[in-house]
C-alpha cells in the first residue's frame, strides 16, 4: 500500500463542513436489519470502506443488498445463515454485531472473531455472558465465537462495564427473547439510542435509551422499516479539534451538538468560541489564539470519547502549557504518541497517563497511522508542522472519515493524496 498523505502546515481552516451518518451507528443499522424478514431502507449512510465491507458480511448471510449513494437496501430472507465467517468478518469490529440477531432469528450463530483497529485487546465476554443469561451455550471454537440455544429467555444482566458492542448485541439477542430483559449498566453512547428507536421502529419494545438501564419485552418477530443514521459524531468533533489548532474558523453541519456537549466544553476551556447553529444541526468553532493546556479522561458516554483522545494529544501538543490525556478504554491507543514525538511533540507516557508539554510549533516528518483516529489525528498534527508531514497507512483514515480530503481543502489546508505506486497494472 502505498497511498500516503502529504500534509503542509501552517493554514488556518476557515468555512463550512457537512458531517454525514455516523460508521459506529450505520453498521449496527445494517445488523439490526438481520433482525426482520423483508426489506430494510437505511439512509444518511457514510461513503467510507466499512460500509461495503458489511454489505458483504450480510450478502454471506443470505441477505441481498444494495448500495445507492447514501441509501443501503437491505432484504432479508426467511432462513438466514447462521454461519459469519467470509473473509470481510475480519476486516472490520462491528461485523461482531451480526452475533445478537443471529441468535435472535436461528437461535444459533458462528461469527468468525472481528478486526477492526489495533487500539488494544477487546475481548468478547460481556457478549458472550449476555447470551448465555439469555439461555444460549457460547464459547470460542476455531476463531470464532459460537452460541447456540434451544430457546432464549429474558433475563437480568448486570455488564461489568457499559461496553458499547456487548450491549449492541445482547439487546439484538434480547428483542426476539420471550420474556423481559434488563440490561444494567449498559452503553449510553447515542449510537444505540439510535439502534434503540430503528429496534422499536420495528416493533421492539425497547424503554430506557440513552439510560444504564434498558429493558426489553421479548416479541415474537419484528417488520423491516426505514431509518436514518444520526449525523458521525466523532467526525463532527475531529472538524471542531482542527478548527481550534489552526486557530480557524469552522461551521459544522449535520451533527447533533448535544452529542458533543462535553467535547466542545472541552474546546473553550481550550479557548474556542463555540456557537450551537440555530437548526440545532452542528455548530460552529473560532479559535483566536493559540491553544490553552486542558486535562482530557476517556470515558463511556457522556464522558469524552476514547475516539477523539488523538485529537486531545495532538491540540495539547501545541498548546500553551502542560495537559494531562487519560485513557481509560483502549491501552493501545498511546502508540499514536509515538508517531506524535517523531513530529517534535513532548509527550510521555506513564500507565494510562500520558502528560503533554505544549510546543509552539511541530515538525514534519514521516509518520504512521495506526487506526482510523490516529492516522486524523496525525494530519491535524501535519496541519501544524514545519513543512510537509508525510501521513502512511492512510487506509485506516479511509474506513472511516468520507470525502476526507476533499473536505480538507475545502476548508483550505494543503492535504494531498499521493499514490507513488509505479505500475498498478
Ligand atoms: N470489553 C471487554 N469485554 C467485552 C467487551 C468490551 O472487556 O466483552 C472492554 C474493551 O476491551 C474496552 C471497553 O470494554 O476496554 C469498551 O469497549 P466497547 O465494547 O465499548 O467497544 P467496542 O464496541 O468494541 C466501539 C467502537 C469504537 C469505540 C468504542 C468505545 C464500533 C465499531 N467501535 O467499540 O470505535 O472506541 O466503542 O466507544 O462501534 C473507532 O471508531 O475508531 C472505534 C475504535
Not at 448500495?67 to 469490529?93: C, V
Not at 463532527?236 to 489552526?246: I, K, Q, V
Request: aromatic share 4%; with cysteine.
Amino acid at each position: 500500500m502505498t497511498e500516503h498523505f502529504l500534509v503542509r502546515g501552517g493554514a488556518r481552516l476557515v468555512g463550512e463542513v457537512e458531517v454525514v451518518g455516523a460508521k459506529n451507528s450505520v453498521l449496527k443499522l445494517m445488523a439490526a436489519a438481520l433482525l426482520a424478514e423483508g426489506t430494510t431502507t437505511i439512509t444518511n449512510c457514510p461513503q467510507i470502506l466499512d460500509v461495503p465491507l458489511m454489505a458483504d458480511v450480510l450478502r454471506s448471510l443470505g441477505c441481498e443488498v444494495t448500495l445507492d449513494g447514501d441509501t443501503a437496501t437491505i432484504t432479508t430472507p426467511a432462513e438466514l445463515n447462521h454461519r459469519a465467517d467470509s473473509p470481510s468478518m475480519g476486516k472490520l469490529r462491528a461485523s461482531v454485531c451480526v452475533l445478537g440477531p443471529l441468535v435472535g432469528r436461528c437461535k444459533r450463530a458462528v461469527v468468525a472473531l472481528p478486526g477492526g483497529d489495533a487500539i488494544g485487546s477487546r475481548p468478547l465476554d460481556m457478549h458472550q455472558n449476555g447470551l448465555r443469561q439469555l439461555g444460549a451455550h457460547s464459547e470460542i471454537e476455531h476463531g470464532c465465537v459460537v452460541a447456540e440455544a434451544e430457546g432464549l429467555h429474558g433475563a437480568q444482566i448486570w455488564l461489568d462495564f457499559p461496553s458499547v458492542g456487548a450491549t449492541e448485541n445482547i439487546l439484538m439477542a434480547a428483542v426476539l427473547a420471550p420474556g423481559t430483559t434488563v440490561i444494567d449498566n449498559a452503553a449510553r453512547e447515542p449510537e444505540i439510542v439510535n439502534l434503540c428507536t430503528m429496534l422499536t421502529e420495528m416493533g421492539a419494545r425497547v424503554e430506557g435509551a440513552g439510560t444504564s438501564t434498558l429493558t426489553v419485552e421479548g416479541v415474537e418477530r419484528l417488520r423491516p422499516t426505514e431509518h436514518r443514521v444520526i449525523g458521525d459524531r466523532i467526525v463532527g468533533a475531529t472538524w471542531a479539534f482542527a478548527a481550534a489548532m489552526t486557530m480557524g474558523d469552522v461551521t459544522v453541519r449535520g451533527v447533533n451538538p448535544h452529542h458533543l456537549d462535553l467535547v466542545l466544553e472541552k474546546l473553550r476551556a481550550a479557548g474556542a468560541e463555540i456557537t450551537t447553529l440555530d437548526d440545532g444541526d452542528g455548530f460552529r468553532v473560532v479559535q483566536d489564539e493559540r491553544p490553552r493546556a486542558v486535562d482530557f479522561v476517556t470515558l463511556p458516554y457522556p464522558g469524552f470519547a476514547t475516539d477523539l483522545q488523538p485529537f486531545a494529544i495532538a491540540l495539547t501538543s501545541i498548546a500553551e502549557g502542560t495537559s494531562m490525556i487519560t485513557e481509560n478504554l483502549f491501552e493501545a491507543r498511546f502508540r499514536f504518541i509515538e508517531e506524535m514525538v517523531r513530529l517534535g511533540a513532548d509527550a510521555r507516557t506513564d500507565g494510562h497517563h500520558a502528560v503533554v508539554r505544549g510546543v509552539e510549533r511541530l515538525s514534519s516528518a514521516p509518520v504512521w497511522a495506526s487506526d482510523i483516529r490516529a492516522g486524523v489525528g496525525l494530519v491535524l498534527a501535519g496541519l501544524r508542522a514545519d513543512g510537509v508531514t508525510e501521513v502512511w497507512d492512510v487506509f485506516h483514515i479511509d474506513r472511516g472519515y468520507p470525502m476526507f480530503v476533499e473536505n480538507m481543502q475545502k476548508l483550505g489546508a494543503d492535504v494531498r493524496r499521493v499514490d507513488d505506486e509505479p505500475d498498478r497494472a
